[in-house]
């Protein structure tokens, strides 16, 4: 059992396509963490949100806490925005349950 | 500052080799991991350390060892080395921003090891 389901595992998208993935989580947080991990590898984080929405740029990430959902948005997708999007969320022992990411590819 | 920091970035073991993978942070964090990441798998927690002088076993520590030499420094040893540690080992920290407030996790670059 997946304490996050993430979907879709794979998307590909056009230039300029507005683009959504998906995160569902079964336990009670306190805040939930959009993760970036770029071809190269590295992981970075894009928001922490513990309830509505939050906007950086081009991204926005919103959160259900009653429904245990969060969708992390990326308008005007571009070839730059291909990378894995990981969705985290803490436990009550100062770890993170991780969904298994979203490979996004924008097509030029 | 440099964040997180790991060394090695690349390595080949030979099965029943040792290794020992460094980490270190410069942003006075009390709590550490270390994560392997495997395609289809997501990121697993192999131990974690929530303070200078603990350590505790997350979901597959079998083969592993850590030591939390001091605040910054988290290391990751595999003692005989088996083919199914192949993976790509993050080092983790962890900024909390009190009561209710969340935290944010910071990863070093990763550590890309091969088993044959």
């Known amino acids: 059992k997946n304490e996050v389901e993430q979907s879709p595992q794979n998307l590909t998208a056009q230039e300029g396509e507005f683009i959504t993935i998906n995160c569902s989580y079964s336990?009670?947080?306190?805040?939930l963490h959009w993760l970036q991990q770029h071809p190269g590898g590295g992981i970075v984080s894009l928001f922490m949100l513990s309830s509505g929405k939050k906007k950086h740029g081009r991204l926005i990430a919103t959160i259900n806490i009653q429904e245990k959902h969060s969708s992390l948005h990326i308008t005007a997708s571009h070839p730059r925005d291909s990378a894995v999007y990981i969705c985290a969320v803490p436990n009550t022992g100062n770890q993170f349950y991780f969904g298994t990411g979203t490979s996004l590819t924008v097509i030029p | 500052n440099a964040g997180v920091t790991q060394t090695p970035k690349f390595q080949v073991l030979k099965t029943g080799q040792s290794m020992t993978l460094q980490c270190a942070q410069d942003?006075?964090?009390?709590?550490m991991y270390w994560y392997r990441q495997d395609p289809g798998m997501g990121l697993r927690l192999i131990y974690y350390?929530?303070?200078?002088?603990t350590t505790d076993k997350g979901e597959v520590p079998n083969g592993y060892n850590v030591s939390r030499l001091n605040k910054r420094e988290f290391s990751l040893r595999l003692e005989s080395a088996a083919p199914s540690q192949t993976s790509v080992y993050f080092c983790?920290?962890?900024?909390?921003?009190?009561w209710g407030a969340g935290e944010t996790q910071y990863f070093g670059p990763g550590t890309r090891l091969l088993v044959l």
């Open positions: 983790a920290s962890r900024e909390a921003h009190g």
């Open positions: 336990v009670g947080i306190s805040a």
């Open positions: 942003m006075n964090h009390n709590s």
């Open positions: 350390s929530a303070s200078e002088g």
